[in-house]
């Protein structure tokens, strides 16, 4: 019989074996194995510091739970570590871009302005090749100068732009007074040539040409020079900001934000977004107490931009240097008597006027002619030169345009006006699953997030639930006033005039147009005084060093006390007048 009733037993004994089997695997304890994963290809610490079962650790300081855990206090540690590594990697991303804009438009900024100087310099020295030939070979020279020292100006020298100009012209003119005013002169002498540099801004032999290059270069520069600073200035910002301190009580809020789900075995859980926000901002306060400088900052790059870009055009100001020059050697031949008298009373006569034709020394067939035509037929034939320059370059030669790259760059950077108010923001959105029902609140899984989300700011912090922040960071606070210094320097600096155009003193005047001093055209009183303020000028100059003043034709220990006008005797001097004043003379005589 037992065999008979076997089979009516057996098919309920499998379904029994099986239903006790799946009862013994639900009381075996859950593993570990997602954790151990996650810890491994994070790589946050060895793999052996993860327990293969939960268990319990009374050590644990953060991710203190009731139930069982997967964590242990060496992960915790790790934890603490590699999530301040993992925050700051993301912060970097994402001003990753904003940090390639400023360098890399720092580095378009100098290749095209390298490449506009070296245009503008060679532009600038083709005049002396076509036009003034006597003096292309000493010219050229001159002009690199020149052009060296504004590109150092722009770098961040402490040089200025009227230096480099006043220093241009103080050694352009020996060369023009020698071989086109007086070209017969011959060798001119290595003393004769330094008075005439060293009196040229008393002089005055080019009029206000000088000046008005200053002040058309120092507009543009400036504006370029401060727009090179500006730049450096936002990549220290920037260099500042990812590197920022966590302070502890923000390390242990990540790591309850970020790993603390892991010790349940909720490796997939996302935070919730006011919770992370709340993080976020208790962590960087003094990240977001850096936006309203930065946007303050990113609007002084837009107006300095605009500064290149519109009436201090660099570009115009460079490739306009060949013609301000052009004019200066132009008045300087217009007026060479009136100069030659004044120089004679300054500097002496050289040594000899004896003529040494040479092709360097031979000036261009009517430029001085001689003998010399009336001043109308100077001028027209002046004018003719001037006409037959090419006084603006093709497009198709200039460099990359510096206000293109100056209007692509802001456009880019109107987007980072935001930055570090949004930052936070930024890293919350990167965490979150937008289609999950459920999110991690910092110490369960929840629908949402219940507690009060703060604002952006130190203050606001005050009332962050998951935070306490009780002071900025020191960095970020030097950087925050470093950066509104900056800005209260710019402001009101863009399109200024330059450090010094404002103290110009040698040949001041009206430049508006009307006829002084600089024109040529005063009367015989008001140049005789003026040559008397030169001569005084000079003579000062010259009783400091009475000796090296009697080698270059004064004798001081002459001069007449008694009357305001000092007297002193020259080298090779006479009573005879000034060829150019006989001939005057000679023309009026009938008239009288």
Known sequence: MSQGMFPRVYPLVVPLLLLLSAGVSCLRSPSCQEVRTAFQLRQIGPLKWVPDVPGTDEKLQVCQHRGPTCCTRKMEESYQVAVRRETLQTIQSYSFELKFLLVGHATSFQDAFQSLLHFAQNHTSSLFESAYRALAREATTLVKELFTDLSLYILGSDDTVEGAVQRFYDNLFPLVYNRLVNPGIGMMRQEYAECLRMTRQDVNPFGSHPRNLVQELSRSFKAGRTLSKALNMGVEVINATEHVAFTRECGRALVRMHYCPHCQGLTLIKPCLGYCLNVMRGCLPGLAELDQPWWDYISTLEELTNAMAGAHDLELALLGIRNQVNDAILYTQLNGPRLTATVDKVCGQPAERVVHPSPETLPLPGSIPAPKP???????????????????????????????????????????????????????????????????????????????????????????????????????????????????????????????????????????????????????????????????????????????????????????????????????????????????????????
């Open 374 to 592: 009336p001043i109308e037929a100077q001028l027209g034939k002046l004018s003719k030169k001037r006409g037959s320059l090419p006084l603006k370059s093709s497009k198709n030669d200039k460099p990359r345009s510096l206000k293109k790259i100056s209007r692509d760059f802001v456009s880019y950077m109107q987007r980072y006006k935001t930055f570090y108010s949004a930052l936070a923001e930024l890293l919350c959105e990167g965490e979150l699953v937008r289609d999950s029902a459920t999110c991690w609140s910092g110490e369960d899984v929840v629908e949402s997030y219940t507690n009060r989300v703060v604002g952006n700011g130190l203050q606001a912090q005050k009332l962050n639930p998951e935070v306490k922040v009780r002071d900025l960071d020191p960095v970020l606070t030097q950087v925050k006033e470093r950066l509104q210094r900056f800005n209260q320097e710019m402001l009101g600096k863009v399109g200024g005039q330059s450090d010094r155009v404002g103290t110009w003193e040698p040949g001041s005047g009206d430049t508006s147009g009307d006829c002084d001093d600089e024109d040529g055209c005063q009367g015989s009183g008001d140049r005789d005084l003026k040559e008397d303020n030169i001569i005084a000028k000079t003579a000062d100059r010259w009783k400091k060093d009475p000796a090296q003043g009697k080698e270059r034709g004064f004798d001081t220990t002459k001069q007449n006390t008694t009357t305001s006008r000092p007297s002193f005797s020259l080298k090779g001097g006479s009573s005879m007048l000034h060829p150019s004043l006989l001939l005057l003379l000679l023309l009026l005589l009938p008239l009288s």
